[in-house]
């Protein structure tokens, strides 16, 4: 996926992953590292695992919509 580009130097990016044979969803700010000169991830973030993936994404369209609760 695209990352979605925060500003100059910081950037969220959208990640399917796997650790234990389990699939996750991975939703991180990353942002330009001082000497390497390349993006690298921060803690701001959240993970979860891809069986919640259409209940966030009901949640974010909910919330789009105002309808959130």
């Known amino acids: 996926m695209k990352p979605i580009q ?23 700010q990353w942002v330009i590292g001082g000497s390497v000169k390349d993006y690298v991830p ?16 009901q949640a974010l369209n909910d919330l789009r919509n105002n309808t959130a609760k």
């Open 42 to 57: 921060t803690r701001k973030g959240v993970t979860f695992r891809e069986e919640y993936l259409d209940s966030v994404i």
């Open 6 to 28: 925060k500003n100059a130097i910081e950037q969220i990016r959208i990640e399917r992953k796997e650790y234990e044979s389990r699939t996750f969803i991975d939703v991180r």
